[in-house]
């Protein structure tokens, strides 16, 4: 049977080389097309761990890890993502940032997507004050010559969890694809969901 971990901050550091292991796996894929390294995973999952507010939701099926979520307060996110809240006059006090859900392909399509987006809103909920929870996501062109011919977009799955495209909030991430020399900016756009108070 599959298990929930649930963990926060410090707690998260004993399990950074099975999530970096997964989201270089996962986010080889397209759209992500990422080249990931050890380093390149340490410097980015080190501010979950040094978030005390922080949330991971591992998934494991028999013992072993085969899905990972994050998400932290967007204050505690790195310039390049408040910056689009911050432009657009949003308290970004307020917004409590989704990282990413990584599953290998074997265990999707079986309802651990939405257990992620449950679990993080949950804690988000939990601990208070946020009015929107928010994530991101590559824009790569439709005829992108990497798109797989069966690839099916994510964004109904997202509708599905309550989230609503903001094309206006947009920025650009760094990271290597798989066909490039070196690292280049990725344009991402967010999607947010209100938060009512329950
Ligand atoms: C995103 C992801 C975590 C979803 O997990 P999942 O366990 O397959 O999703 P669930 O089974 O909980 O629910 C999927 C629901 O969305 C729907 N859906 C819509 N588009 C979908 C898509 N492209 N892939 C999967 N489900 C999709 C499914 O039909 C299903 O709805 P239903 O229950 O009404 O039939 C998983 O597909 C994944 O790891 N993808 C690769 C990484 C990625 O792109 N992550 C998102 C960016 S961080």
Not at 15 to 26: F, G
Not at 49 to 75: H, M, W
Not at 132 to 149: G, M, T
Request: proline share 6%.
């Amino acid at each position: 049977m599959f298990k929930t971990i649930i963990l926060s901050g410090q707690a998260i550091t004993p399990y950074l080389p099975q999530i970096a292991a997964l989201r270089i796996e996962v986010f080889n894929e397209f759209p992500y097309l990422y080249e990931g390294t050890l380093e390149y995973e340490q410097h980015y999952l080190l501010r979950y761990i040094n978030s005390e507010r922080s949330v991971v939701v591992l998934i494991t099926d028999n013992e072993k890890i085969v899905g990972a979520s994050t998400a932290l307060p967007l204050a505690d996110e790195v310039q390049e993502f408040q910056q689009p809240f911050l432009q657009n006059n949003f308290d970004i006090q307020k917004v409590f940032y989704f990282g990413e859900s990584v599953l290998q392909k074997h265990y999707r399509g079986l309802g651990l997507g939405k257990r992620f987006f449950a679990e993080r809103e949950r804690h988000a909920r939990q601990i208070g004050k946020f009015d929107y929870l928010a994530f991101c996501a590559v824009d790569r062109p439709i005829d992108h010559p990497r798109r797989p011919a069966v690839y099916r977009p994510l964004n109904s799955f997202w509708q599905q969890q309550g989230f609503v495209f903001h094309p206006e909030l947009h920025t650009t991430f760094i990271w290597k694809d798989s066909d490039e020399e070196q690292e280049s900016p990725k344009p991402m756009s967010f999607w947010l969901k209100k938060l009512e108070s329950t």
